[in-house]
Each structure stands twice: as structure tokens, then as C-alpha cells.
């Protein structure tokens, strides 16, 4: 049972994935018992997941102005960065000194990406698109023909680096660049083991078609003169030209209690131990995925328990994680799902929909606003989502709130 919030003041920080989900949640769950506030410093939401396509497509990524977004969902906005939270004054405090007070505070900062490597061209999310066409002419000219692909060791979200040596090799082909060797290294055992077996070897078949070299179970790490190693074993990296993931730290915001990289850590209702009425949601909390489509549901999570705790009649179900994720390839895409605490069963992969609306992050009210945004919104699903168990270790289905964000993940053959 839940204590009552001193006030309905609900602020709400972050215009990312796991804010908006928040926000039109709370919208939707407590309606009028809330007075909602969102706080970004950037005017715009931009859609991450797409920003993988920028090097390729040379269109930018999907966004929106967060404005009159709040307003459609009954919110105001204040573009400000806030720079420490004041728990027992129930207050945060703005870069520009201004003080916020709230009922509730709902973190959702996201993660601060930094570079692995020095000489490594780090994937960015924010300011130019990648270079694909320099990195590419840089490998051809190498004697080794090679450009690699890393996602570091630590914390960071290896989808992207599948991603971008598909359409790599998509590029390579258009440009008459045959000749070059793409390959994938990461501390994976697999790749994309997180989503199961099944489609991780979906995924190993598709790099292995299009002729992608991946180094599982292997790390890169970097010497002070800025050469790159191949682990185990530390062999020099041999290539022409480099791109890795960034890491991702967490936020550290003064206040609020933090791991030893800045990560929130939260309960299964996304609550903040320690910190009365505080909540934290995606990239930057303690969940070891980074992943939107799981900070979605654990907004979703904290949006339950607030409205609940302000009268509205329902009941708070705890963060289920389910990991979604659609694989952008270059040619057709590949959906994959998996239950992080379910049980039985194996996981999914399909070219067809597996969830609806098919977007890249299945939150249940960011896609759906997406969705209706975008054109073709009424369009049928091909596929009927399957709904798929897994067997995992035991402390996923008990606690999965209590494992290590920085031991690689690995799911039972
Ligand atoms: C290339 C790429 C591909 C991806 N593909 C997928 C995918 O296919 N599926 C998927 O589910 N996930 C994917 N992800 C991961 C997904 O984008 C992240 O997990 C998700 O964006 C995290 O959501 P978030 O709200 O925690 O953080 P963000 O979306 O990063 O949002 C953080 C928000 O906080 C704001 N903020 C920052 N500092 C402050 C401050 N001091 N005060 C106030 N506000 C602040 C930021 O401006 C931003 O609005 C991908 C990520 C990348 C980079």
C-alpha cells in the first residue's frame, strides 16, 4: 500500500523514449488526479533508434517538437537541464539555478554515451552522421581490407553495431568495394544472445550470408599510443578503419543515490530506494539492458504505481521485462522478442511483425503515438505477435531487478 503524494505536481524529466512513454501514461492513468510537467533541455524528441539510418540514408532521424506534444497530453513544458534533485524538499534545481518543486519526480535522463577508444571512430547519436563512405575508402585502401565494427566491453547497447555493418556491406557492394571484409567483435557469446537462441542464430545466419565475420566472446581494448588489441589474446587489431559503440555511463545526478558509473537504481515499481516519490526510468537506471523498449515498460511501471497512489483505481503491476527488437538491415527487417522473466520457451525471430504497431521500440503508448503519427497507420499487421517463454537462469524470473549491469548476459543453450 502505497503513501499519498503531499502534492499532484508531477514533473517529469527527460523528452526521451522513457519520458514520453511516462508522460502520456500518467496522461492516460491518472488524468486529471496529475498536474504533469515534462523538463528537457533539447526542444525536440528524436526518435534514437533511427539514427542508425542517418549515415545511410542521409535523412534525419524522426523528431518532434516536445511543446506542443506536452500540451496535446495535458502537459506543460520547461526546456531547462536539471542539474540536482533536493529529495527531502521535494524540489529539483535547474542548471540556470531555477528551483522546480514536485509531488512526484519521474527520472528519465537516459544514459551520458562515451567514447571506448581514442582511435576508434566512436557511433554517435548526437551532431554529424558516420562517415561510411570515408571508412569504407579507408579499408579498401588497407592492406588488410578490413573495417571493424566493436561493441566494447561495459555497458552499452550492441544492436547498433549489427546494424551498421549490415548496411555497411550494402554500401560496400553499391560503391564496388567487394573486396572488403566486414567483422563484427563483441563480448557477446553470440550475437544478440540477449534475444535468445533462436534468434541469435538467426542473426549469425543473415551476418554470415552477407559475409560479416563476427568475433564473439572477444574485447578490444587499447594501448596508450592508441593501438588497438584483439582479446583474448592481444593480438594487434588488424583494419583499415574502426567503429565502435560509445559506453554508456550513467547520469549521476546529485540527490538521488547512484551505483559507481552513475546508474539510478530502481525497484520493480521503478521507485528510487531512499528518495520518497521519486521514480527513474530507462537508460539511466541500474537494469543491465539499455534498450528503449524496456525503459518504456518501466515507465509504464512507475506511471501504474503513481496513478495508483493518487486515486486512481487500478492496480500497480511490477517491470516485466519483455525485450523487443527489430533489426534494421539494409533490405528487410528482422523482428526479435524475447521474455526476460518468463520461464519456458526459446524466443522468437520473424521478418514478419511480431508485435503491433511494428515500431522499433514497442512501447505500449510511444508506438502507438508513433504509429498513428506516421502514414500508413491503419494498415493490418501481416502477423499475428507470438507470445514466446524462455528458459533463463533462475535470478532473471526472481530478481530482475537485482542483476549486474556489467556482466555480459548469456541465456541457456
Ligand atoms: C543507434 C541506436 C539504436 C537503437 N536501437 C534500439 C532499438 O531498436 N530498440 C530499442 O528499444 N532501443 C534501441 N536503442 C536504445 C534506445 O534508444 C535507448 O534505450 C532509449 O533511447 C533510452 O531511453 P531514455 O528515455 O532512457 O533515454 P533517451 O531516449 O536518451 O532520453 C533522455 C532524455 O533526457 C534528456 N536529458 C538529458 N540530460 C538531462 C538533464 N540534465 N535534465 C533534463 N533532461 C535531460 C535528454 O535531452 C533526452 O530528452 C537504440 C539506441 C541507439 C543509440
Redesign the pocket.
Known amino acids: 500500500m502505497s503513501v499519498s503524494p503531499s502534492s499532484t505536481a508531477v514533473l517529469v ?7 514520453l512513454e511516462a508522460l502520456m501514461a500518467l496522461h492516460d492513468l491518472a488524468g486529471d488526479r496529475a498536474d504533469l510537467t515534462l ?4 526542444p525536440d ?1 528524436t526518435y ?2 533511427l ?2 539510418e542517418e549515415a545511410f540514408s542521409l535523412q534525419p532521424a524522426e523528431r518532434r517538437e516536445l511543446e506542443p506534444w506536452a500540451g496535446e497530453f495535458g502537459a506543460s513544458f520547461t526546456q ?4 540536482g534533485v533536493h529529495p527531502d524538499d521535494h524540489a529539483v534545481e535547474l ?1 540556470d539555478g531555477t528551483r522546480m518543486d514536485y509531488g512526484v519526480l519521474v527520472v ?4 551520458r554515451a562515451r567514447p571506448a577508444y581514442r582511435s576508434a571512430t566512436t ?1 554517435r ?1 548526437t551532431g554529424e552522421p558516420l562517415p561510411i563512405d570515408a571508412l569504407l575508402e579507408r579499408a579498401a585502401q588497407d592492406d588488410s581490407r578490413t573495417l571493424a565494427f566493436v561493441a566494447p566491453p561495459g555497458v552499452s ?1 550492441p ?2 553495431i549489427y ?1 551498421l555493418a549490415l548496411m555497411a556491406r550494402r554500401r560496400a557492394e553499391e560503391g564496388g568495394h567487394r573486396e572488403i571484409r566486414l567483422t563484427v567483435i563483441t563480448p557477446e557469446a553470440a550475437p544478440l544472445v540477449m534475444f535468445g537462441r533462436p534468434a541469435s542464430d538467426a542473426v549469425a545466419e543473415l551476418l554470415r550470408v552477407r559475409g560479416i565475420d563476427v568475433h564473439g566472446d572477444a574485447y578490444v581494448s587499447e594501448s596508450d599510443e592508441g593501438e588497438l588489441f584483439l582479446g583474448p589474446g592481444h593480438h594487434p587489431l588488424e583494419a583499415g578503419a574502426v567503429v565502435a559503440l560509445p559506453v554508456i555511463e550513467g ?1 549521476a ?1 546529485p540527490g538521488l543515490p547512484a551505483d559507481e558509473h552513475g546508474f539510478i537504481p530502481i525497484d520493480e515499481h521503478a521507485r528510487v530506494p531512499g528518495a520518497d516519490d521519486v521514480y527513474a ?4 537506471t541500474t537494469f543491465p539492458i ?6 518504456t515498460q518501466q515507465a509504464d511501471a512507475a506511471a501504474e504505481h503513481i496513478a495508483a497512489s493518487l486515486g486512481a483505481p487500478i492496480e500497480a503491476q511490477p517491470f516485466h521485462p519483455v525485450l ?3 533489426l534494421i538491415t539494409g533490405a528487410e527487417s528482422l523482428h526479435l522478442r524475447h521474455d526476460l522473466t518468463g520461464g519456458h520457451g526459446e524466443g522468437s525471430v520473424s521478418a514478419d511483425y511480431l508485435w503491433w504497431p511494428p515500431h ?3 512501447g505500449r503508448y510511444l508506438a502507438a503515438w508513433l504509429a498513428h503519427e506516421a502514414p500508413g497507420a491503419d494498415l493490418e499487421p501481416h502477423g499475428r505477435p507470438l507470445d514466446v517463454e524462455i528458459a533463463l537462469p533462475r535470478e532473471w524470473h526472481e530478481r530482475p531487478m537485482a542483476l549486474d549491469p556489467y556482466e555480459p548476459l548469456e541465456v541457456d543453450d
Do not use: H, N, S, T
Request: charged share 15%.
Open positions: 524529466v527527460g523528452g526521451g523514449i522513457a519520458g523538463v528537457a533541455p533539447d524528441f534514437k533508434p539514427i542508425v531547462g537541464a536539471v542539474a542548471e528519465c535522463m537516459g544514459g557511433f547519436v547497447w544492436l547498433p546494424e547520469p545526478l526510468a530507462g537508460d539511466g539499455k534498450q528503449g523498449g524496456l525503459g523487443r527488437g527489430q522499433k521500440v514497442a
